[in-house]
């Protein structure tokens, strides 16, 4: 019997799992290896540091869900990867071997990079995971007992940084809200070279529009910004010129901290031989599957894409929802034409739509593709992508309760922009 096992219970893992079951015959056992027994939809994450939202609105038992749609689950983290025998060793002592193994374990967060940051032993908040999340919410409710500083950002070597302008913007309308406003002077310090470069050289004018909302909402910002260090209550900053030479240095002093950092792979893929890049990051082909092993396909953050272009800080490019559906859907075809015994041959289309909530409005940005040149180049902004980003929580969580394989991003997210299909 023809095994597929889904390694990683994100937001790639589900979307990749049930159009398994969906499009694979009922006698190929599906099985997802998962860290824990929750789905975290990693998109809200940023609303429970606000408290917009509470843990249990953003996560979900995800065994019965399994279950129902006859498909196992382990929730024990996979330990080891054996890729030349197809094995794999499980955290509860088992193993497990497979045919077909498609890996979807997201990032590994590397805040041992800069001293001082991270939730877990350093002084600096994170929103990567919904329980840094729950305790970035600590650290706010403490800011508005006790306004002041506050630096939100990315760290070098970053590829994600939505998510910290969403956070920026969000906090400051709820600040507003609270009249405290005036309390809380807020600095953007990120690595990219201009605001809004977003690790992808720019789409449309987000330059212009970021630095718009930053100026209207009294935001100030530092680019090309390099932190070196942490302590309790300041950041260490380099800045650098356009040739990456440091030309001056700050300490900022900070109430609260958010930052993003640098991704790396998942330490169970990282170790196997010749499976990744150096960060850890899969090498596959145009059609997902890995360089070194044929029947491994990756899909998410954990695959390797090169950056966008070199930036005197170092930045990565995002891996995002849209472009994360599409590349489960093309391995899904490519798996299910593999037992059929032909050759792979969907490649995905690799384009990000990004929609960044600032508490009651947002800005959306469109690549199509992700790298320039580009045949759509899009930035927008309204209160629409507040609602958007609303609709896609609602519709991707009800999508893992059905245990259906509804492509979320492309549906709400293009057709709402009236887009009805990428190519
Ligand atoms: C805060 C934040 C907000 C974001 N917002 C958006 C957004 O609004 N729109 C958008 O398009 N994109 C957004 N992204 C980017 C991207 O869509 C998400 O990061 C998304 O969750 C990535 O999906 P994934 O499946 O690759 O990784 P994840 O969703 O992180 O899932 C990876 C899973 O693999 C598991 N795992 C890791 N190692 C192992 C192991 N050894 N064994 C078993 N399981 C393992 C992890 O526990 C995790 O559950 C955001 C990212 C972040 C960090």
Redesign the pocket.
């Known amino acids: 019997m023809t095994k597929v096992i889904v ?7 589900v979307s990749v799992a049930f159009e398994l079951r969906e499009e694979l015959p009922k006698e190929v056992e599906i099985e997802v ?3 824990g027994n929750e789905f975290n939809f ?2 809200s ?2 609303w429970v540091a606000l408290g917009t939202r509470t843990r249990d609105q953003v996560v979900m038992p995800i065994d019965e869900i399994f279950k129902k749609h006859k498909i196992t689950f382990n929730g024990s ?2 330990k080891h990867i054996d890729a030349e025998q197809r094995k794999l060793s499980l955290g509860d002592g088992t193993e497990s071997e497979y045919d077909y193994l498609v890996l ?4 590994r967060l590397a805040f041992e990079n800069i001293p001082g940051a991270g939730p877990e032993g350093g002084y600096t908040q994170s ?2 995971t919904v329980d840094h999340a729950v305790k970035a919410h600590d650290a706010y409710k403490a800011l508005i007992e006790n306004p002041g500083s506050v630096l939100v950002g990315a760290l070098p070597g970053a590829s ?1 940084f ?2 910290a302008y969403e956070y920026v913007l969000s906090l400051e309308y709820e600040l507003r809200k609270l009249k405290i406003r005036d309390k809380v002077p807020i600095t953007f310090v990120t690595p990219e070279p201009y605001v809004g470069h977003m690790g992808l050289g720019g789409v449309g004018d987000s330059k212009g529009l970021m630095e718009h909302k930053f100026r209207e909402h009294g935001i100030k910002w530092i680019c090309n910004a390099k932190v070196t260090e942490f302590t309790e209550t300041e950041a260490h900053v380099e800045l650098v010129d356009d040739d990456g030479n440091v030309k001056s240095t700050q300490q900022m002093p900070f109430n609260l901290a958010m930052f993003l950092p640098a991704f790396k792979g ?1 330490e ?1 893929v990282a170790e196997v031989p010749n499976l990744c890049n150096p960060k850890g990051f899969v090498k596959t082909n145009t059609f997902q599957r890995a360089e070194a092993y044929p029947e491994i396909y990756a899909a ?3 695959v390797a894409i090169a950056p966008i272009e070199e930036t005197p800080v170092p930045v990565g490019a ?5 472009m ?1 559906e599409s590349m489960t859907s093309a391995i899904v075809t490519n798996i299910k034409a593999s037992i059929n015994g032909s050759e792979a041959w969907v490649e995905p289309t690799l384009s990000a ?3 960044a909530d600032m508490g009651n409005t947002g800005a959306a940005f469109l690549a199509v593709p992700q790298n320039p040149p580009r045949n759509r180049n899009w930035t927008g902004s309204g209160r629409w992508v507040h609602w958007a ?1 609303v609709a896609f929580e609602k519709y991707f969580m009800f999508k893992v309760k059905m245990g259906t394989s509804e492509p979320v ?1 492309e549906k709400v997210g293009l057709r709402m922009m009236g887009i009805k299909r990428l190519k």
Not at 318 to 322: A, C, N, R
């Open positions: 390694a990683g219970a994100g937001l790639g893992g290896v998962g860290e990693v998109p994450n940023p983290g996979i979807c374990t997201g990032p929103i990567c994600c939505g998510p998942s169970a998410g953050v954990c995002p891996k995002t929802g849209l994360i739509l990004c929609l980003k991003y």
